[in-house]
């Protein structure tokens, strides 16, 4: 029997997501290929809400998707401000500096976020030519306020990337309303396929600051040239090619896009945000804490907890051996003093009460007893059946 998977990914999947990638092998040129990638194409793009937007998916990971990202819309000497809310917003400055940006950070102590305040102070210098910001931080469990952000770029004209790895599918996006020019992410997380895919939705204003730069993308692989005719062309029902399509990944990720817009954007946004309330219900119950430090700053998809006073980070190794996968710290300055346990995709209500139970117990046993047997599950139920 195989344990509960929840770290913050790669996730759980649905069984037709994995029947789909155990389909015979398509070639890239196979007509149902061709329908399949296509209409793949029109559903990230609903799933982004972003009818305007030009998507992309390639073979790849997250890290990729940022790349792609940067690489189009960088060039060197271009001013680009990071607000930082932890180790993958470290990861795209460290991308924008290779592609040549200056780059200045908003930062807030590890378990907070910028406000737009502090954002718009920096970005009313002048100046910049690019924004970036993570929706979800996966080493801290962060939520960005990505719309407010958002406003305070477009005010100063600054294009904008918003990281959605963590957060795609789990929390409460809305690419074109919002004015989001690139909203990147991977396949792994709350998008409900296994690792592999690097997606993007991209804005006309985007494209269109892509087309004007002076130099070549340094990045063959990363260039929108080479990807833009290959979308185009599969998005109308034709054959193209520049480098060999992950066929069977896109075909599950055909049905697991199928699967989220089946359920309704709105409601699976509010199905995150009510399993996270009960695993908060719960860590509270637990004597907990958690390490974003307000509830407007924590996110649906993923919690971020620290050991209680004598836990140390056997407290994993203990919970799965009730069964259930979580995953240690990240963030440099904090990675032995946290765990972290994943939320998105398909977790139901029975999934947060085994891994609440496991973690109970797996506390328990190593001493942690500030509340009764019981008392978190219960405090989950309760918020559960509200």
């Known amino acids: 029997m195989r344990d509960l998977l929840m770290i913050p990914g790669p996730v759980d999947v649905d069984a037709e997501v994995l029947q789909a990638l155990s389909a015979p092998v398509l070639g890239h040129l196979d007509a149902g290929f061709i329908a399949t990638f296509g209409r793949a194409l029109k559903r990230l793009r609903e799933v982004s809400l972003a009818p305007s937007a030009q998507p992309f998916v390639v073979s790849g990971s997250g890290t990729l998707a940022m790349e792609l990202a940067v690489a189009n ?101 809305q690419q074109d309303a919002w004015g989001a020019d690139v909203y990147l992410t991977a396949s792994q997380k709350a998008v409900g396929v296994p690792p592999g895919l690097a997606l993007l939705t991209v804005s006309p204003r985007a494209l269109d600051a892509w087309r004007k730069r002076k130099a070549p993308v340094a990045s063959v692989y990363a260039d929108w040239a080479e990807w833009l005719p290959v979308m185009e062309a599969y998005e109308a029902g034709k054959p193209s090619y520049f480098a060999t399509p992950p066929t069977s990944l896109i075909c599950a990720l055909d049905v697991s896009l199928g699967h989220i817009l089946a359920e309704g954007m709105e409601a699976r946004f509010e199905r995150h945000r009510r399993m996270a309330r009960a695993f908060r219900a719960a860590w509270s119950a637990l004597g907990l804490r958690l390490l974003p430090t307000s509830d407007a700053v924590a996110a649906n998809t993923l919690s971020a907890l620290y050991y209680p006073e004598g836990v140390d980070a056997s407290l994993v190794g203990r919970v799965k051996a009730q069964g259930v996968a979580i995953a240690g710290g990240l963030h440099p300055e904090l990675k032995t003093r946290y765990f972290r346990v994943g939320h998105m995709n398909r977790v139901t209500a029975a999934d947060v009460l085994t891994t609440v139970g496991a973690i109970e117990r797996a506390l328990h046993a190593g001493g942690h007893r500030a509340s009764a047997a019981g008392t978190g599950v219960a405090a989950a139920q309760a918020s559960l059946s509200v």
């Open 73 to 173: 819309l960088v060039e060197p000497g271009d001013r680009a401000l990071v607000v930082n809310t932890g180790y993958f917003s470290d990861r795209m400055a460290h991308i924008l500096e290779r592609h040549g940006a200056k780059v200045t950070h908003v930062r807030a102590p590890p378990g907070g976020a910028p406000d737009a305040g502090q954002v718009e102070a920096e970005l009313r210098k002048g100046g910049f030519k690019l924004m970036t910001v993570t929706h979800v931080d996966t080493s801290t469990a962060v939520l960005a306020p990505v719309e407010e952000l958002l406003k305070v770029a477009r005010h100063h004209g600054v294009l904008s990337v918003v990281d959605g790895v963590c957060a795609t599918a789990g929390e409460s996006f």
